[in-house]
């Protein structure tokens, strides 16, 4: 089994900790109504549908918080392929605490595993650019959220406001426009000494122009962020002919990444424009959990 990345091991106790509390509270009344405290069991894992597998290293510390006596053994790997159908985990010990530690592991596994499924897919269908994630997670699983994109084969972008500069819209409109964005960063950055990554957003044809005479003139920027460059047409299909453009007239001079309604459909057509990065907040914030089981019997 993959080792847990450290970031993730650090806060798992504590996050399992409030997650158990929110759904076993003052106990588990239904198990301990009808459940012998003796009686053992064993459950297998099941995925009832094809995808890619993601979370059994954190299940396997959800299973251990509820009850460390209970064994937990894989048939397979974070970050594996497997068909419906697949057992690919037992879980055996004591009936009660695997009963009441089932849906938290599976609400953890279905959630990342869907996640690393989605991820996939939208990677192998957009090379060679690099398909990105973004902030849209759901709040205090970001960190999980993350890895399971990773183990889906797609990219993190940052983790959080703290590890890279990346001037939007609406910063740039608080400043007063492209250049002074950059020229405000890159003295915060040199004043401090800092050397984060600096993205800057353009909408526009315009507005990229701006982006390079800033960098031309020394601006600080490492990529620049092509957002909703692309335009859906009546019959379905998607114009890309503007955000073509704006890769033509960077020319390689800095990284670019397309975002806006990316989706499995249109990221084979986004990519075709030669955009090095394509980042896509339906991987996070709308994902569609996989469907695995946990089927106990009696031992």
């Known amino acids: 089994m993959l080792p847990l ?6 806060d798992l106790d504590a996050l399992l900790a409030r997650a158990l509390a929110e759904d076993v509270g003052t106990g588990d009344v239904t198990t301990q109504a009808t459940i012998p405290s003796g009686r053992r069991a064993s459950a297998r894992f099941l995925a009832k549908e094809s995808g890619v597998l993601a979370g059994l290293a954190v299940a396997e510390r ?4 509820v009850d460390p006596a209970l064994s937990v053994t894989w048939t397979a790997d974070d970050g594996e392929a497997v068909t419906a159908g697949t057992a690919f985990g037992l879980v055996e010990g004591l009936a009660g605490p695997i009963l009441s530690a089932e849906r938290l592991a599976l609400n953890l596994m279905q959630r990342m595993s869907g996640i690393a499924t989605a991820a996939r897919r939208m990677a192998e269908t957009a090379r060679p650019a690099v398909i990105l994630d973004t ?3 759901a709040p205090g699983l970001r960190l999980l959220d993350k890895w399971a994109v990773r183990l889906g084969g797609a990219a993190n972008h940052r983790v959080g406001l703290y ?3 990346l001037i939007k819209d609406n910063h740039i409109a608080a400043v007063g426009g492209i250049g002074a964005a950059l020229e405000a960063a890159g003295r915060y950055l040199e004043a401090r000494g800092l050397r984060l990554p600096v993205e800057i957003e353009a909408r526009t044809l315009e507005e990229v122009r ?10 600080r920027v490492d990529r620049i ?4 460059m692309t335009r859906r047409l009546p019959d379905g299909g998607l ?9 033509r007239l960077v020319g390689g001079r800095l990284e670019t990444e397309a975002s806006g309604n990316v989706t499995l459909e249109t990221a084979a057509a986004i990519a075709g424009t030669g955009v090095d990065f394509i980042s896509s907040g339906a ?4 994902v569609r959990a996989l469907d695995i089981s946990l089927d106990l019997a009696l031992r």
């Not at 701006?210 to 601006?219: H, I, K, Q, R, S």
Request: without cysteine; negative net charge.
């Open 5 to 10: 990345p450290s970031e993730i091991a650090a």
């Open 62 to 65: 959800v299973f251990a918080a």
């Open 135 to 137: 902030r849209k997670t």
């Open 163 to 165: 590890d890279m500069v």
């Open 210 to 219: 701006e982006v390079l005479d800033a960098f031309t003139g020394g601006a």
């Open 225 to 228: 962020l092509l957002d909703n």
């Open 239 to 247: 114009d890309t002919s503007l955000l073509r453009e704006a890769v």
């Open 283 to 286: 991987l996070t914030h709308s």
